[in-house]
């Protein structure tokens, strides 16, 4: 049974048994609450039913071989049940326990021994929550959930089961169409779950809440995938903190790993990273019904100057670019609006236009005509349920028709996310408009949009990052000139240099020709700024004297190098292997101030 059936028949099943006492009872329940209408069993040595179904007293007591389990067993005995799952040819199941890789060494081996148990099935966990499938009515899920069956919609995949909890219960219109909790992954990666996710044409988009990524090669294999596929993926890391990174680690087992790493991994492979979990729905629910964007070029239209103003700086700070407004469009603008509307991009419409039908539809239709990316409009509702809201649906309206009579792309924000009340939200979805909830959070994701939708036009020039290699041997630090030397032989430029005692330091110098810099050889010291360990533009003998002889106390070899110049600025570059990400490049700022300013990019090597 090859990777991909054994998931399909998990998550997807047509028969399900449920191994365990009341939180296997309550996946049976939860399978009905989503219309689950496969066939159902239960096991449980101790009972004689399980939520209104018949129990039997062991695995190999069932008629047939599940296509998904869910194992609410203590750990240990949970390994045995997988085993004898695997054994019965069953597709796949969900391990509920905690207690293995997440405890440290204590739990390790266990772990070791569930993977080995599991043989080809698909096991999601240990220590997760399960996952609900509204796409096909599937709840291996032992609590509520706030979601609902629908055709199509985002994949959620967390690390974190009340993560995945709380955000099925959003009220922000996402359609869910996965929540998969996924606990320590013993036997099934990320890389596993983009791949599965992907092959289903109903997942719009896939949202990631990562602590850690152990396979960053096999990963950024599904992503390239996913970029390939047409398929967006939303990212929200932990761990960015040294507090959150031990978190992780005692959570899942995950090892965070240098944040910026993870930052370069993300843009490389065109994964949108968002840092706050208002952040991360708005912009799945964008992708989910807008899509990608061309461009990162945007126009509003709200009827209030102030919220123009908002709306530039919010632009400005999300990368995003608001164009002038064509010739023609003004033009158009000026006859539908009149002289008293200043015309530009945010448009600030007035609102003379207000309530007249007409006039907004064409005002929004004009602006639709510039080749924006996408187009947005602000609209707050007024609360309650005896508020009038006849002229805010008529604004609403008046940018949907506009939309589909230009074929443009367009959004509606609220200011605020709880000025978007739920019937709008329908109304607006149904119309295939993304009702967007607070103004900032639309901007991150239109500017989020716009970069995969550019990372999917170069997915065929996106290289997987390499999978890391351990080196045998010892390692030892070399001094500067070994590692010139090191570099000189493959090809690199160094500068002309040679290494000397105090006493011949100036006639090298002179040898070489001033401006030179003078720099202390030990392989003990590898920040030679903070030791005093280095003099620079040195242009004549007795600097070069002077350098020395301030040096001399501590070292008793120096390279002496030709100055170069004139300088523009000084680089730091340098190559890190890593045991999670393989080799990386850093490349910034360098010089004396190099840790002072911390201004460097850290980029995945090829």
């Not at 983009?194 to 990562?210: K, N, P, S, W, Y």
């Not at 850690?212 to 596929?229: N, R």
């Amino acid at each position: 049974m090859d990777r991909h059936t054994a998931m399909k028949r998990l998550f997807a099943p047509r028969t399900v048994a449920v191994i365990g006492g009341a939180s296997a009872g309550e996946a049976i329940n939860q399978c009905r609450v989503v219309g689950y209408d496969g066939e159902m069993f239960a096991v449980n040595p101790k009972r004689t039913e399980l939520s209104g179904v018949a129990c039997v007293a062991s695995v190999s007591d069932l008629p047939v071989a599940p296509d998904a389990a869910f194992v609410a067993a203590p750990p240990a005995a949970s390994v045995e049940i997988i085993r004898q799952l695997s054994a019965l040819g069953a597709g796949g199941a969900v391990c509920y326990a905690s207690g293995f890789a997440e405890l440290g060494d204590a739990g390790i081996d266990l772990q070791k021994a569930l993977q080995e148990a599991a043989g080809d099935m698909a096991v999601v966990g240990p220590n997760c929550h399960g996952f609900v499938n509204y796409l096909d009515g599937v709840a291996l899920w032992p609590d509520e959930h706030g979601g609902s069956r629908v055709d199509s919609g985002i994949a959620l995949v967390t690390q974190s089961g009340n993560f995945g909890i709380n955000l099925s219960m959003q009220q922000r219109g996402v359609d869910l169409g996965y929540v998969i909790t996924v606990g320590n992954m013993s036997c099934l990666g990320l890389h596993d779950y983009i791949e599965f996710l992907i092959r289903d044409t109903r997942v719009t988009a896939i949202g990631l809440h990562i602590e850690g990524i152990d396979k960053v090669h096999e990963f950024s294999i599904a992503a390239i995938k996913a970029l390939e596929a047409g398929v967006p993926i939303v990212a929200i890391k932990t761990g960015r903190s040294a507090r959150g990174a031990e978190i992780n680690m005692s959570h899942t087992a995950s090892l965070a790993g240098e944040d910026r790493l993870y930052e370069a991994l993300f843009r490389r492979l065109g994964i949108a990273r968002c840092h706050t979990v208002t952040q991360f729905l708005e912009t799945l629910k964008f992708l989910s019904i807008t899509g990608t964007l061309p461009d990162s070029t945007v126009g509003s239209m709200s009827c209030s100057g102030g919220e123009a103003s908002l709306i530039a700086d919010y632009a400005d700070a999300a990368g995003l670019d608001l164009p002038q407004l064509s010739e023609r469009s003004a033009g158009g603008l000026a006859k539908i609006l009149g002289p008293k509307v200043p015309l530009s991009n945010p448009l600030d419409y007035h609102t003379y236009a207000w309530g007249n039908y007409e006039q907004l539809n064409a005002c929004f239709s004009t602006m639709l005509t510039n080749s924006f990316a996408c187009a947005m409009l602000v609209i707050d509702y007024p609360p309650g349920e005896n508020a009038d809201t006849s002229n805010w649906e008529l604004a609403e309206k008046a940018l949907i028709d506009a939309a589909a009579s230009t074929g443009q792309k367009a959004v509606v924000v609220s200011t605020l996310p709880e000025t978007m009340p739920e019937a709008a939200r329908t109304r607006l979805k149904e119309a295939g408009i993304a009702p967007m909830q607070g103004l900032d959070e639309c901007l991150s994701a239109i500017s989020a949009a716009a970069r995969i939708g550019t990372a999917q036009k170069r997915a065929a020039d996106t290289l997987p990052v390499r999978a890391p290699e351990s080196l045998a041997g010892e390692a030892r630090l070399l001094d500067e000139l070994e590692s010139k030397t090191e570099l000189a032989a493959r090809g690199l430029p160094v500068p002309r240099g040679s290494a000397c005692v105090a006493d011949n330091a100036v006639a090298e110098a002179d040898a070489i020709g001033y401006p030179v810099v003078v720099k202390a050889l030990s392989d003990a010291i590898a920040h030679k700024t903070d030791a005093g360990a280095v003099h620079v533009d040195l242009t004549d003998a007795a600097a070069v004297a002077a350098a020395v002889e301030s040096m001399s106390p501590g070292f008793e070899r120096f390279l002496v190098e030709a100055m170069v110049g004139p300088t523009v600025a000084e680089l730091i570059v340098g190559v890190h292997r890593e045991h999670t990400f393989g080799l990386t490049l850093l490349i910034g700022a360098g010089g004396t101030l190099v840790e002072l300013l911390d201004d460097t990019v850290s980029l995945l090597m090829p």
